[in-house]
């Protein structure tokens, strides 16, 4: 949005993240580079191949890792491309790298687009959409998963001077310019939930406090609070931020979550419940394929070995079996080059030393992640 609106859009408190720092590199350095490398950030390449298919005045090519390069992105590819964005692949169909020519002129202002891939691949559209000569009007086909970040990206924009109207799955977006506005970033829930589960695993009365947290957020994974108050944890919103508290034991030992909305807490709660033996029945995971890894797949491995089975008796459906957790010391946890399965299990150590292999992953979104650990009295060695 910054870099669309010509730097009019000013940012406070923006996250050290290598993710973040990704973004903003490859953008500030957009008139001197031809090919545009986004490692593992898969929000940069969803966002970057949207905004150069219509804001590039030069032929570029955007890639990303071996993994990034296994990311499908055909659904947004085939949208831009209906739009009159000129975008082919450079190796194979559907995947990065992408060549994307400057754009020429808008053939469709109308685009339909499948609500249960990727919200990325929707706030991408929504982004570039006041920039388009015809606008953009956006059918999101049922059923939307991660609702919330489609709502969060048009409320930033709406904050930067963006009309909109939306009806029912339909969003409409006329011509227009992003204004001047200074938007201070908003502390990551997603980051906040590890915290949440380490509360839960604590003993009663251990508290931390959590800087730069809302309780009015457009974040969906803000419902990590409400999920963990069945974990026995308390929180409490102060000036500038919230504190959580352990207060009760569990208070229920079966659970059914539905994901849908928040896919990225999957890899905080289960592990969590999992030594908390609350057993889980679950929905909205489907979408945890195609992320850094297959998170489902790498969930099942690593529960596994706390004897913790997740199984998916019918399509859709999940459960997670945790009447029988036990934990030997030292286990081992493959992070799959995911830093959501290294800050997941991370807790764990709460009652059992484990051993965390390529600890580094936590850069992609939260580089203090381990200093912080250690701040609350985690002991962690190298080897």
């Given at each position: 949005?910054?870099?669309l609106?010509?730097?009019?859009?000013?940012?406070?408190?923006?996250?050290?993240?290598?993710?973040t720092?990704t973004?903003i590199?490859?953008?500030k350095?957009?008139?001197?580079?031809?090919t545009?490398?986004?490692?593992?950030a898969?929000?940069?390449?969803?966002f970057?191949?949207?905004y150069?298919?219509?804001?590039?005045?030069?032929?570029?090519?955007?890639?990303?890792t071996?993994r990034?390069?296994?990311?499908p992105?055909?659904i947004?590819v085939?949208?831009?491309?209906?739009?009159?964005?000129?975008?082919?692949?450079?190796?194979e169909?559907?995947?990065?790298?992408?060549?994307?020519?400057?754009?020429?002129?808008?053939?469709?202002s109308?685009?339909?687009?499948?609500g249960n891939?990727?919200?990325?691949y929707?706030s991408?559209?929504l982004?570039?959409?006041?920039?388009?000569?015809?606008?953009?009007?956006?059918?999101?086909?049922?059923p939307?998963?991660s609702?919330?970040?489609?709502?969060?990206?048009?409320?930033?924009?709406?904050l930067?001077?963006?009309?909109?109207?939306?009806?029912?799955?339909?969003?409409?977006?006329?011509?227009q310019?992003?204004?001047e506005?200074?938007?201070?970033?908003?502390?990551?829930?997603?980051?906040?939930?590890y915290?949440f589960?380490?509360?839960?695993?604590s003993?009663?009365?251990?508290?931390v406090f959590?800087?730069?947290?809302?309780s009015?957020s457009?974040?969906?994974?803000?419902?990590?609070?409400?999920?963990?108050?069945n974990?026995g944890v308390?929180?409490?919103?102060?000036?500038?931020g919230?504190?959580?508290e352990?207060?009760?034991?569990?208070q229920?030992?079966?659970?059914?979550l539905?994901f849908?909305?928040?896919?990225?807490?999957?890899?905080?709660?289960?592990?969590?419940?999992?030594?908390l033996?609350?057993?889980?029945?679950?929905?909205?995971l489907?979408?945890?394929?195609?992320?850094?890894?297959?998170r489902?797949a790498?969930?099942?491995?690593?529960?596994?070995?706390?004897?913790?089975p997740l199984?998916?008796?019918?399509?859709g459906?999940?459960k997670?079996?945790?009447?029988?957790?036990?934990?030997e010391?030292?286990?081992?946890?493959?992070?799959?080059?995911?830093?959501?399965?290294?800050?997941g299990f991370?807790?764990?150590?709460?009652?059992?030393g484990?051993?965390i292999?390529?600890?580094?992953?936590?850069?992609?979104?939260?580089?203090?992640?381990?200093?912080?650990?250690?701040?609350?009295?985690?002991?962690?060695?190298?080897?």
């Amino acid at each position: 949005m910054q870099a669309l609106s010509n730097g009019k859009i000013a940012i406070d408190n923006l996250s050290s993240a290598r993710d973040t720092q990704t973004l903003i590199k490859l953008l500030k350095n957009e008139k001197d580079l031809n090919t545009f490398d986004v490692l593992d950030a898969g929000t940069a390449m969803r966002f970057l191949t949207a905004y150069f298919s219509v804001a590039s005045k030069k032929e570029v090519v955007l890639t990303g890792t071996d993994r990034m390069q296994k990311r499908p992105i055909g659904i947004l590819v085939n949208a831009l491309n209906s739009i009159g964005a000129e975008i082919s692949y450079e190796k194979e169909e559907g995947y990065p790298p992408l060549k994307i020519k400057p754009f020429k002129q808008q053939i469709s202002s109308k685009i339909s687009i499948p609500g249960n891939i990727s919200s990325q691949y929707i706030s991408a559209l929504l982004m570039i959409a006041p920039s388009l000569p015809q606008g953009l009007e956006i059918s999101i086909e049922p059923p939307v998963f991660s609702k919330p970040y489609i709502d969060m990206t048009l409320g930033l924009m709406q904050l930067s001077g963006i009309q909109y109207s939306e009806n029912e799955n339909v969003i409409s977006i006329k011509p227009q310019n992003y204004q001047e506005s200074t938007q201070s970033v908003e502390s990551d829930w997603s980051a906040s939930s590890y915290w949440f589960s380490i509360i839960a695993q604590s003993k009663i009365g251990e508290k931390v406090f959590l800087k730069g947290l809302k309780s009015k957020s457009f974040q969906g994974d803000n419902v990590i609070k409400e999920i963990s108050e069945n974990f026995g944890v308390n929180f409490q919103f102060e000036k500038n931020g919230v504190t959580l508290e352990k207060r009760d034991e569990i208070q229920k030992q079966q659970l059914i979550l539905d994901f849908k909305k928040c896919p990225d807490l999957a890899q905080t709660i289960l592990p969590c419940a999992a030594s908390l033996n609350v057993n889980l029945e679950m929905t909205g995971l489907e979408s945890l394929r195609i992320k850094e890894t297959d998170r489902i797949a790498a969930l099942q491995n690593e529960l596994s070995k706390f004897n913790c089975p997740l199984t998916e008796p019918e399509k859709g459906s999940w459960k997670l079996d945790s009447s029988n957790f036990t934990a030997e010391e030292g286990i081992e946890i493959e992070t799959y080059e995911d830093h959501r399965m290294a800050m997941g299990f991370a807790p764990l150590a709460m009652k059992h030393g484990i051993q965390i292999k390529d600890i580094e992953v936590v850069n992609k979104s939260y580089p203090s992640y381990w200093d912080d650990l250690k701040l609350f009295g985690f002991e962690l060695i190298e080897q």
